[in-house]
């Protein structure tokens, strides 16, 4: 397997969904492959990092005004 | 795990739905239920989108609105919070559309980007990088690296792996089809990723 092999299988390997026979493949890869594995563990954080920290975080307060504009609108709306 | 998930799905029908039959029979508190559970999502990504907080607050309102005003059309085929989310990406496409009058605005627009290069920074992170910083620090890292992104890649990203989507599910809420939303994932993570790098360093990033 080619490091362009391994990029073009990237996504699959993030959620999971390559079959044994690649996986064993993309180990072996791995074993071999600095830069890969870099790639990989990165991304991973990436991923990770972004889903972990709400980065546009609605405090409670302004929550309830929004709740409430909304709530008054949809029985307007009625 | 994923099977008994998907076996429990398939005969189970979502908590949503009985809300949604709820609120078809004039029970306007079960409204109010929907509106608290997605809120929170729905603003994120008119935030993602629009980049304004004051529109993100009006596209809410509006998405939860016309979500209320469409329930009879909404057909139980998808889930309620991704037609929602389907409603509140068009709501915030529409509301950029008008700030930049004249300027389109489209996420089928292909950007050029090398697909398939292989990363050039070799770099590795330290470990846990994140706890270089404080919650500021790095809420601002993370807000200036995702906002440098192209618009169709952030929506993507965004919708995909922050708020956690399908990949079906994002293809069917922007109009894409499949291969179209996985090369944009793709080069998203891989964009975010390399971004991300200069502060997440072994050595911490000198640029930050």
């Not at chain 1, 492959?33 to 563990?41: E, F, G, I, M, R």
């Not at chain 2, 070799?122 to 992104?149: F, M, S, V």
């Not at chain 2, 192209?150 to 990203?157: A, L, T």
């Amino acid at each position: 397997m080619t490091c362009k092999e391994f990029l073009a299988l990237l996504d699959d390997i993030i959620d999971g969904s390559v079959s044994p026979e690649t996986r064993a493949e993309l180990h072996t890869h791995l074993d071999h492959c600095s830069h890969c594995k870099v790639t990989l563990d990165t991304t991973l954080k990436t991923i990770e990092i972004y889903r972990s920290h709400e980065i546009y975080d609605l405090p409670d307060n302004l929550r309830e005004q929004l709740h409430s504009a909304i709530m008054t609108r949809c029985k307007k709306g009625c | 795990m994923a099977i008994i998930q998907s076996a429990v799905d398939e005969f189970e029908p979502h908590p949503d739905v009985a809300l949604i039959e709820k609120v078809r029979g004039g029970d306007i508190s079960a409204y109010d239920v929907l509106v608290r559970k997605y809120e929170r999502q729905i603003f994120r990504i008119a935030l993602h989108i629009t980049q304004n907080r004051e529109d993100a607050e009006d596209v809410a309102q509006d998405a939860f609105l016309k979500a209320y005003q469409k329930l009879e059309q909404f057909q139980g085929n998808s889930k309620f919070y991704t037609w929602l989310v389907r409603i509140a990406v068009n709501e915030s496409l529409m509301r950029l559309r008008k700030r930049r009058t004249g300027k389109m605005v489209s996420i089928d627009e292909d950007v050029a980007t090398e697909e398939g290069s292989v990363p050039r920074d070799l770099a590795d992170w330290a470990p846990n990088p994140e706890q270089n910083y404080n919650q500021a620090e790095l809420a601002d890292i993370l807000r200036k690296t995702i906002q440098g992104l192209p618009e169709g890649f952030r929506i993507v990203f965004v919708l995909r792996d922050v708020e956690g989507l399908s990949t079906e599910e994002t293809a069917e809420t922007l109009g894409l089809s499949i291969p179209a939303v996985k090369s944009r994932l793709l080069r998203a993570r891989l964009q975010l990723r390399e971004r991300l790098s200069r502060y997440f360093h072994r050595t911490r990033g000198i640029e930050k």
